[in-house]
């Protein structure tokens, strides 16, 4: 009887092998498949036009082709399309995906064999990694200074009514020199130093900065702040002289604005104080910023619904926030300076809108 047992036992196993190495079972015959590209570590953008993917192994037949982030599946990039070896995805991928290191690309064949890509990345633009922007929802302000508004000036009237109809995005900090000189190639900066805004920079050599970012990133519209922009996202919804208070004996603009009076006459790397209540950084202070409208003289005739004000006196343009070589009434809100356009100095500089 124990005999009898080991010979089944023998045959049953010799049928096995059989059965394992003459491709009776389709599933376990399939060769493996080792994706080679996007390779580990690679970085995608979502504004190129195309994602090329390759792969060695599987059946001869169609695979199936998706994206995946960890064990996600996002999207079907392909189906039952040709087994090449190559496959081009005519993306771009959907902004909605949020940059990440962690995209993964799935391969499978007609008999359920399965390969996968290491780690890659799909970052969301081409423009400098520090290149942050807040969103400014919309609403309405008051825009300018009341009479009664110590050190104001007649420029600031009359007070008007804003209304946006649209949300727009503003860059958190100013430009610095370090997205300066990724963009455009060089520094014209008087206080050098990459983490802190460029100036010496004239209204004419921002709009060549904003056509380059353009370039960067063709699924947004990116340009100057129209003046009632640039107030509005300065208040962030207050109505005080400062957008941190009152203020009435200048004790607290330290915290919050690098001015005449702690500066030390120079610049200062962005983001180093506190930012107003949107998060925005050095929107008083540091260096002025261009904005896109020309000078008038006074709020008569302005928009009202957030457009940038032209025609005015074409070589003269609107500088906003004060700088580090003013004392604090320049911080004000509502502080307006005109300026030719043509002006390069080192108190002036700019942040983007991003629509």
């Not at 599987?58 to 496959?87: C, F, H, Q």
């Not at 990694?129 to 919309?138: G, H, L, Q, W, Y």
């Not at 004239?202 to 100057?224: G, I, K, M, S």
Request: net charge negative; with cysteine; charged share 20%.
């Amino acid at each position: 009887m124990f005999y009898r047992l080991n010979v089944s036992l023998i045959v049953l196993t010799a049928g096995l092998f059989f059965f394992l190495n003459c491709g009776i079972n389709p599933a376990n015959s399939a060769e493996d498949i080792v994706v080679t590209q996007p390779s580990s570590g690679s970085t995608w953008t979502i504004y190129e036009t195309n994602l090329p993917i390759s792969w060695t192994g599987g059946k001869s037949g169609d695979v199936s082709i998706s994206l995946y982030i960890g064990d996600s599946k996002l999207e079907t990039i392909a189906n039952s399309t040709s087994n090449s070896g190559n496959y081009t995805w005519l993306g771009p991928v959907p902004d909605t995906y949020a940059p990440d290191t962690n995209y993964r690309i799935k391969i499978e064949d007609g008999v359920g064999k399965v390969g996968w890509s290491e780690n890659f990345e799909i970052c969301s633009s081409q423009l400098p990694e520090d290149m942050e922007f807040i969103t400014v929802p919309a609403g309405s302000f008051d825009m300018g200074a009341p009479i009664e508004e110590e050190s104001s000036n007649d420029n600031e009237r009359p007070v008007h009514t804003v209304t946006f109809d649209y949300s727009f995005e503003i860059m958190s900090t100013e430009v610095t020199q370090g997205m300066w000189l990724e963009v455009m190639g060089s520094n014209p900066s008087y206080f050098t130093d990459l983490d802190r805004p460029v100036e010496m920079v004239d209204w004419y050599d921002c709009q060549e900065f904003v056509n380059e970012v353009n370039a960067l990133d063709p699924y947004h519209t990116y340009r100057l702040p129209s003046e009632s922009e640039w107030e509005y996202s300065c208040r962030a919804g207050t109505s005080t002289r400062f957008f941190w208070g009152e203020d009435p004996f200048e004790t607290e603009i330290d915290a919050y604005a690098w001015y005449s009076g702690n500066s030390e006459e120079s610049t200062h790397p962005v983001a180093e104080i506190f930012p107003n209540p949107l998060g925005l950084y050095d929107i008083n202070g540091n260096v002025y910023e261009w904005c896109q409208d020309s000078y008038h003289v006074n709020y008569i005739g302005a928009p009202a619904d957030g457009s940038p004000w032209m025609n005015g006196e074409d070589s003269i343009g609107v500088l906003r926030g004060g700088c580090w070589f003013n004392d604090p009434a320049r911080q004000r809100s509502a502080n307006r300076c005109d300026q030719n356009l043509n002006l390069k100095i080192n108190r002036l500089g700019l942040r983007l809108v991003r629509t």
